[in-house]
């Protein structure tokens, strides 16, 4: 760390970060020491106005914003921000949003197009947005449920079978308890 001194902090956020999640940080720590010595070891890097604005948007958590910082900072500008518009494509589809990034870290990595992204989830920032466009509710599906369940006409039956069977049942138990009783009196 003596001839670090101007990434200092940055370095030390990072290994607090590393070694926080670490299963052996003993080992750990000795990989990024030579890491250090070899001089490619990169601090924790800030998330850019870019990423932060994505970050914020689909609440991604810490984790998530600073590994997609550390990546991102590898490539040229133009690059990145072709990569920022591919993630937020896929972001917005996901129900969430920081596993979703998580996942991308990889190809992302090792330079691939991400591809494309899939159908909207049931909760995702997008299918959110179309909820709100057609005037639903962003939980309407539970509610909805409730809804039509009030107006079911089977719904009634329905519970007074529940009641007839827990009843069945009950019954069944006394008689059983009433059996042994009987049979240890006998005794």
Same mark, same amino acid.
């Given at each position: 760390?003596?001839?670090?001194?101007?990434?200092?902090?940055?370095?030390?956020?990072? #290994?607090? =970060?590393?070694? *926080?999640?670490?299963?052996?940080?003993?080992? #750990?720590?000795?990989?990024?020491?030579?890491?250090?010595? *070899?001089?490619?070891?990169?601090?924790?890097?800030?998330?850019?106005?870019?990423?932060?604005?994505?970050?914020?948007?689909?609440?991604? =958590?810490?984790?998530?914003?600073?590994?997609? +910082?550390?990546?991102? +900072?590898?490539?040229?500008?133009?690059?990145?921000?072709?990569?920022?518009?591919?993630?937020?494509?896929? #972001?917005?589809?996901?129900?969430?949003?920081?596993?979703?990034?998580?996942?991308?870290?990889?190809?992302?990595?090792?330079?691939?197009?991400?591809?494309?992204?899939?159908?909207?989830?049931?909760?995702?920032?997008?299918?959110?947005?179309? $909820?709100?466009?057609?005037?639903?509710?962003?939980?309407?599906? $539970?509610?909805?449920?409730?809804?039509?369940? $009030?107006?079911?006409?089977? $719904?009634?039956?329905?519970?007074?079978?529940?009641?007839?069977?827990?009843?069945?049942?009950? =019954?069944?138990?006394?008689?059983?308890?009433?059996?042994?009783?009987?049979?240890?009196?006998?005794?």
């Amino acid at each position: 760390m003596k001839n670090r001194q101007e990434t200092f902090v940055e370095d030390m956020e990072r #290994l607090y =970060d590393v070694l *926080e999640r670490a299963n052996s940080p003993a080992g #750990l720590l000795v990989v990024k020491m030579r890491e250090m010595e *070899e001089g490619t070891f990169v601090g924790k890097v800030k998330a850019d106005k870019d990423l932060a604005a994505v970050s914020k948007k689909y609440k991604l =958590d810490e984790q998530a914003e600073s590994k997609l +910082a550390d990546i991102l +900072a590898r490539y040229d500008d133009a690059r990145r921000k072709e990569y920022l518009i591919e993630i937020e494509r896929h #972001l917005e589809v996901s129900n969430r949003p920081s596993a979703m990034a998580m996942m991308l870290l990889r190809k992302l990595g090792e330079g691939q197009s991400l591809g494309k992204p899939g159908q909207p989830a049931p909760g995702s920032y997008l299918d959110n947005a179309q $909820r709100a466009a057609r005037g639903e509710t962003a939980r309407g599906g $539970r509610e909805e449920r409730e809804r039509k369940d $009030r107006k079911s006409p089977d $719904r009634d039956r329905r519970d007074r079978d529940k009641d007839r069977d827990r009843d069945k049942d009950r =019954d069944r138990r006394r008689s059983r308890s009433r059996d042994k009783r009987s049979r240890s009196r006998r005794r």
